[in-house]
């Protein structure tokens, strides 16, 4: 956990007077769309993304494939318009168009988990040599999983034995892969890394995870499900194969024609909203049935406090969720759920009772030490935050204004964001950080409460 040498200006983090009323449209999701990237990628036919996620984490998954050949042409397609050249849903799409992959490519990671780990696998089948770089966070969160794996199913990487970035991928054109044996327990992002590549390996991949825990098991099930979506044969343990073992034939990918849902993650800090101020708010497209980690939210907040309804539109279904003003404590596993840990920390500093958050340990690894970080801010503003070995437990104390800051962690801004809503005098330092997953939050955060005297 680092702080920025250069501090970014505070941002005063609106404090609602009232109950929120407002329904908040959710770009789409960050998971969806850096996996719908690679595998269109990886297609043996041109495909289609539709509203997919524009912001820094995806913006640099595409321009990494770009980089290595891969042809994306960003449009915008009307659903109103008999004659759009682009049929389908309105709204920004991508159009995918595989090619040869080839170096010499440098890939820029950024700080994005998905990108640093998804594409060093794609990298093996480039034809030359295909540099990883990224921000200094990205040095020290770990992939050593990935490279090791990697070797051993026959591709031939420079790290200097670092085992993280930054690291150079020597393709061959191709990857005979094969059966390997890794420790996910750092990232459920190391199994899904090599499953998306593998029905290109030339015996496709066998992924045995051995390690003691596998955090974060709804992203393996996105890539599994995403996988199926295009032609893949796919065996894992959910559907009768052996227990974290997973299994991806080698075969052609299908182009498809993909939607993506809202992030359901990034809705957090809006329903949390809710929560908060005892009041209510809708997400429109909110799917009934999606692999999305975010999509536990409608209990989890329902276990604090609150309730949650569906509602069927012309444009789909809608989920609407209602808080009533008082926040009760929890005791969660969140090893599925990893990423809304801050989020639900945030909210836990505000309830009538204790809380205790399990099974995030992992969380140590992200884009900073988020266990740590909340920690840390969360006990400057007056609270009583105390980590455990695999998580926090929080116990409410009365807060008092000061900076919040973000270690240039998207989560950690909008965490910080949810206790401004009920503690004067809180300031999110870079704010601008939450660009990584969700463009021009503070306009969204801002119009969401206009309604309730912020």
């Known amino acids: 956990m680092t702080e920025s040498s250069v501090q970014p200006a505070l941002w005063p983090a609106p404090y609602a007077s009232g109950a929120v009323e407002a329904t908040v449209t959710v770009p789409g999701s960050k998971s969806v769309t850096n996996r719908g990237l690679v595998l269109a990628a990886l297609a043996a036919e041109p495909g289609w993304l539709r509203r997919p996620l524009r912001s820094r984490d995806t913006l640099l998954m595409a321009d990494a494939l770009r980089a290595m050949g891969v042809g994306i042409e960003e449009t915008v397609s ?31 990671v950024g700080n994005a988990g998905t990108v640093m780990r998804f594409l060093p696998p794609v990298a093996t089948l480039a034809d030359g040599a295909v540099r990883f770089d990224g921000d200094p966070r990205s040095y020290q969160r770990p992939l050593h999983s990935v490279i090791n794996a990697l070797r051993a199913l026959g591709a031939r990487i420079d790290d200097d034995g670092r085992g993280s970035l930054p690291l150079t991928v020597h393709g061959g054109g191709a990857l005979e892969g094969g059966a390997v044996e890794i420790d996910a327990s750092a990232s459920s992002q190391f199994v899904s890394a090599l499953l998306l590549s593998g029905a290109r390996f030339n015996q496709g991949v066998e992924v045995r995870h051995v390690g003691s825990v596998l955090p974060s098991l709804p992203h393996i099930r996105m890539t599994v499900d995403m996988l199926r979506g295009v032609g893949a044969q796919v065996d894992e343990p959910e559907t009768g194969g052996e227990p974290n073992v997973w299994r991806v034939s080698a075969g052609a990918l299908l182009g498809r024609d993909l939607t993506v849902e809202p992030d ?46 569906f509602a069927e539109t012309a444009e789909g279904t809608s989920l609407t969720f209602t808080g009533t003003g008082r926040i009760h404590g ?29 099974g995030v340990a992992h969380l ?16 400057e503003l007056g609270g009583d935050v105390t980590e455990t070995a695999d998580g926090l437990h929080i116990r409410p104390r009365p807060l008092h204004g000061g900076v919040f800051h973000t270690y240039d962690d998207h989560r950690m801004a909008t965490a910080g964001s949810i206790i401004g809503l009920a503690v004067r005098g809180v300031e999110i330092e870079n704010v601008a950080t939450t660009a990584k997953t969700l463009p021009d939050f503070p306009r969204m955060w801002t119009d969401m409460l206009a309604g309730a005297g912020a």
């Open 364 to 379: 140590r690894l992200h884009e900073t030490d988020r266990l740590a970080a909340l920690t840390k801010e969360i006990n």
């Open 264 to 309: 359901l993650s990034n809705a957090q800090p809006f329903l949390a909203a809710a929560l908060v101020t005892g009041g209510r708010v809708t997400v429109p497209d909110w799917p009934e049935r999606t692999t999305q980690p975010g999509d536990a939210l409608r209990e989890i907040f329902t276990g604090m406090g609150g309730s949650w309804e």
């Open 78 to 108: 009307s659903s109103s318009s008999a004659a759009a050249a682009v049929p389908g849903p309105g709204g920004e799409a991508w159009r995918v168009i595989p090619s040869g992959l080839h170096g010499p490519a440098t890939v820029d």
């Open 330 to 358: 929890v005791d969660l596993d969140l090893s599925e759920v990893g990423e809304l840990t801050p989020g639900i920390a945030a909210v836990a500093a505000l309830a009538d009772s204790p809380s205790t958050l399990r």
